[in-house]
């Protein structure tokens, strides 16, 4: 099974800053790696589909990049609307697919 | 507009059943695979089980398998999943989604596993 590893697991940051989260995986995966952002008590949305593919109703502050085993998640001038928890997700090959633990991004 | 619509959750005893549904709209449901993603109360998200878009491949992650079984319906766009020996670990929101990059999700369906 491929493990993704996140990082960091809780951010505190102010609006207009930038933001980076990482994600991990234990094998190389490609470019096979997708971000979410999930709101309290809402579903999971995609933001950044294979890594760097940028998804339509999306803002353009969202950008994602990467290859193989290491990628990132950038958040351009934070918005007070993008507090959240950010998780990976990783579909290479054949299932079991896996999540990241999860950021929590709070907004100060 | 891409719809997904999950239904049949509830609270359930240890060792009961439950067949949770996603109605899907809006894409042509026989074209993509489909997935169940759970979340337990506080935690993170946690694949349990995918299907392909003519249910020939069929996966489920260790903690499921042999007690859950994914099937879908293309003439009723429908995707299920069965759930059976329930443990209060299962308790969880379970979510539908669509292709192997989770594309459109539904709001999810909390299933309790409690006596």
């Known amino acids: 099974e491929i493990v993704l590893t996140q990082s960091p697991d809780f951010q505190s940051v102010t609006p207009k800053e930038k933001v980076t989260i990482t994600c991990r995986a234990s094998?190389?995966?490609?470019?096979?790696l997708h971000w979410y952002q999930q709101k309290p008590d809402q579903s999971p949305k995609l933001l950044i589909k294979?890594?760097?593919q940028s998804i339509s109703g999306v803002p353009s502050r969202f950008s994602g990049s990467g290859s193989g085993t290491d990628f990132t998640l950038t958040i351009n001038s934070l918005e007070a609307e993008d507090a959240a928890a950010y998780y990976c997700?990783?579909?290479?090959?054949?299932?079991?697919?896996?999540f990241g633990q999860g950021t929590k991004l709070e907004i100060k | 507009e891409v719809q997904l619509v999950e239904s049949g959750g509830g609270l359930v005893k240890p060792g009961g059943s439950l067949r949770l549904s996603c109605a899907a709209s809006?894409?042509?449901?026989?074209?993509?695979?489909m997935n169940w993603v759970r979340q337990a109360p506080g935690k993170g998200l946690e694949w349990v089980s995918s299907?392909?878009?003519?249910?020939?491949?069929?996966y489920y992650a260790d903690s499921v398998k042999g007690r859950f079984t994914i099937s879908r319906d293309n003439a009723k766009n429908s995707l299920y999943l069965q759930m059976n020996s329930l443990r209060a670990e299962d308790t969880a929101v379970y979510y539908c989604?669509?292709?192997?990059?989770?594309?459109?999700w539904g709001q999810g369906t909390l299933v309790t596993v409690s006596s």
């Open positions: 809006g894409f042509t449901f026989s074209s993509y695979s």
């Open positions: 094998q190389s995966i490609g470019s096979s």
């Open positions: 294979y890594a760097s």
């Open positions: 989604a669509r292709d192997s990059a989770m594309a459109n």
């Open positions: 299907i392909s878009s003519s249910s020939s491949y069929i």
């Open positions: 997700h990783q579909s290479s090959s054949l299932p079991p697919y896996t």
